[in-house]
């Protein structure tokens, strides 16, 4: 197909026409960029593999035993590849899906990823996600979002209370509550809840129209050209339009809001969070989420019991394990969302090519699948083709393909590539990797005595305590969650600060974490005795003895929680995505998890990495691909494209 298409034409188009490769295509909402359905690859395979290795002497080093590289381990052992060495720099698997339980509940702090898209609901088979979570049994509730269905209502506290519009400050502090179906409390977070739907309702109601067409490349190029070079802050105070004009296909304009409007929206965000410390993000980055189906549908993970509350452990459940240098592992507890990388490990896999037994198990029967905590690679080297050494920490040894899934500051900081020329590693890629921008995040957690949200206001005349609080102090985000089943409610934990970039960074300074937790407990507490419609702290339900924190920069294996990127950056964030496809077969390096992808941040790009990565070695050492995919014919090419950025007004 060319890119060079009529543009009025795509504009104007209102019916859909698809094109040969739309059955292998996710529904919309779903990827902007590359959609190839790795669903369908999955639920064809059943109980199957997606594909038969043809070289049993294949030997496969994953670097990075977080889900991209659980998933792809699991997926090329089922295949039959049965020599794989998982090598994991920190003393656990899972990455950051990383769920710690609360004590004597099923709810857990989850410290990393928490909410899940499912992009149409659970059940509807448009992401990869919802594939493992069937597979595994694992189960899902509704994230209770700020101003979602999820919820009562939410809170918002601006301004010490006194409101988000300065010139029409409230006669006494409060805590405006939104109540769930209804229009925010307040006309001026009325009308920024407007700006932003009007913008998003265009854009969707066009990109649904094209979406899986033979048009949508060249109108999501053309969508590209106009917002690329813009930060999301630039996106927020561009002047809207009143309608979209399809002789200018791609250009919706912006939110319209004036600086009051902005600060405001930095709080409240577009239905998920405030989205202030991502105004110096590319545009492209919430286009592409909150538009595209990573905002939708947003799950909680219960983890592998069904929705009577029936508990239903998998195997190695609370036993003791061990990694194959003797490194003693967490037992697995199927609780949260880490229940999903524990299945991937601990799970049997059913394939006609290998015993029914897991990964796990493969490391303790099967001489050539190994697993290697605590022992970081420091070295890639390439020695010729089909040939690289690896050199960690304990161990040497010698691969045929390499699968990274390292997040790319990790990479740069802590592992050196030696001898791939130009062809293997394009200047670009390396530029990719140390250009890339990763957001600081901190987590304050404290397990909770009851459901305060649940509860009635000590004082009759005033609102009880919302779940969920956004709020322009240096706590930020407040949430209560909880699992609730048919047969048991447990009391929850709460995320009483919940902060990204800048506001992280004002955490910094408390290096003790029972300090920082107290500190964000109190001005929570002063947050809603001072609101007058509220007068009650949140403390009294709160378990203070034990605070559980995180700050995902000081993790020396990922120096970050989530990879995003500046505006100007498609050059940059295409040699990742594009590189298993384009380089993979000369170098011999294939790249997996959020952080190759142009949706960073989120898991389901994660798992169709390291999926995209499992594709190319399987063709690239001659394996043979089954239940009817055919690589040539179905899995669609990259385009070679790039953007101009220059104001096609």
Same mark, same amino acid.
């Given at each position: ?8 034409? @795509? ?23 590359? &959609? ?13 593999? @997606? ?15 977080? /889900? ?7 997926? %090329? ?7 794989? !060495?998982?090598?994991?720099? +920190? &003393? ?56 979602? *269905? ?7 506290? @601006? ?29 001026? %977070? ?12 265009? %854009? ?31 996106? /927020? ?42 105004? !110096?993000? +590319? ?6 989420? %909150? ?47 880490? +229940? ?36 970081? /690679? ?14 960690? !920490? ?102 009483? +600060?919940?902060?990204?970039? !800048? ?26 005795? &001072? ?18 924190? @995180?700050?995902? *920069? ?96």
């Amino acid at each position: 197909m060319s890119i060079y298409k009529n543009f009025n034409t @795509i504009g104007a188009a209102s019916e859909a026409s698809e094109f040969n490769g739309s059955s292998w295509q996710f529904s919309f909402p779903n990827t902007a960029d590359f &959609n190839f359905n790795y669903y369908k690859l999955l639920e064809f395979a059943q109980g199957n593999a @997606i594909a038969q290795n043809n070289n049993p002497n294949a030997r496969i080093a994953i670097i990075g035993a977080g /889900v991209a590289g659980l998933l792809a381990a699991r997926e %090329l052992f089922r295949s039959g590849y049965t020599n794989i !060495d998982i090598y994991e720099a +920190s &003393n656990r698997i899972g990455g950051r899906l990383y769920s710690i339980p609360a004590p004597n509940q099923y709810t857990t702090f989850e410290m990393g990823a928490m909410r899940m898209p499912f992009f149409i609901e659970p059940g509807s088979g448009n992401c990869v996600l919802d594939y493992y979570c069937t597979l595994f049994g694992i189960t899902t509730q509704p994230f209770p979002n700020p101003g979602s *269905e999820a919820i009562a209502s939410t809170g918002i506290y @601006i301004n010490n209370g006194n409101g988000p519009d300065s010139k029409n400050e409230y006669l006494e502090p409060r805590l405006d509550i939104w109540l769930k179906n209804e229009q925010p409390p307040n006309p001026l %977070l009325q009308i920024i809840h407007s700006k932003w739907t009007h913008f998003a309702d265009m %854009l969707i109601r066009e990109a649904k129209k094209l979406y899986n067409t033979d048009l949508w490349e060249v109108f999501w190029h053309r969508l590209v050209n106009y917002y690329g070079a813009m930060s999301f802050q630039d996106l /927020v105070y561009k002047d809207a339009i009143s309608e979209y004009d399809s002789s200018i296909p791609g250009y919706f304009g912006g939110l319209g809001m004036t600086e009051q409007e902005a600060w405001n929206f930095d709080v409240i965000g577009a239905g998920d969070g405030g989205w202030g410390a991502f105004y !110096d993000i +590319s545009c492209l980055y919430p286009i592409r989420t %909150l538009l595209f189906g990573f905002a939708t549908n947003h799950q909680l993970i219960q983890g592998k019991f069904d929705h009577d509350g029936n508990f239903a452990p998998g195997q190695q459940w609370n036993q003791p394990t061990k990694d194959n240098l003797g490194n003693q592992l967490e037992s697995p507890h199927y609780l949260g969302v880490q +229940s999903l990388p524990e299945s991937l490990f601990y799970e049997p896999v059913t394939s006609p090519f290998v015993d029914n037994i897991s990964l796990y198990q493969a490391t303790q029967l099967y001489p050539g699948i190994n697993l290697y905590t605590s022992n970081k /690679v420091n070295t890639i080297e390439y020695l010729g083709k089909n040939s690289i050494q690896i050199v960690s !920490d304990n161990i040497t040894s010698h691969y045929n393909a390499v699968i990274v899934t390292v997040p790319t500051w990790a990479l740069e900081m802590g592992c050196v590539f030696k001898n791939f020329d130009s062809t293997m590693l394009a200047p670009s890629v390396s530029l990719s990797i140390k250009k890339s921008h990763w957001i600081t995040s901190c987590k304050v957690f404290y397990p909770l005595k009851q459901r305060y949200w649940e509860q009635p206001n000590l004082n009759p005349n005033n609102d009880p305590i919302p779940q969920v609080i956004s709020t322009d102090t240096f706590i930020r985000d407040v949430y209560g969650l909880a699992v609730t089943t048919k047969s048991h409610n447990d009391p929850g934990v709460l995320l009483v +600060s919940y902060t990204w970039e !800048d506001d992280t960074v004002k955490l910094q300074a408390y290096q003790d974490d029972a300090t920082l937790a107290e500190k964000c407990l109190l001005e929570l507490d002063n947050i809603l005795t &001072n609101s007058k419609n509220i007068q009650m702290p949140i403390s009294p339900y709160v378990d203070t003895s034990k605070p559980v924190v @995180i700050h995902w *920069e000081r993790q020396p294996t990922y120096h970050g929680c989530a990879k995003l990127y500046r505006k100007r950056s498609w050059n940059l964030d295409y040699p990742l995505l594009t590189y298993n496809q384009q380089h993979s077969a000369a170098s011999g390096i294939y790249f997996a998890g959020e952080a190759y992808s142009v949706e960073g941040g989120w898991t389901e790009p994660a798992l169709r990495q390291a999926l995209d990565a499992v594709i190319h070695i399987v063709k690239n050492t001659n394996g043979t691909f089954l239940n009817g995919f055919d690589y040539d014919a179905n899995y669609p090419q990259y385009p070679q494209w790039a953007p101009s950025y220059k104001n096609l007004d």
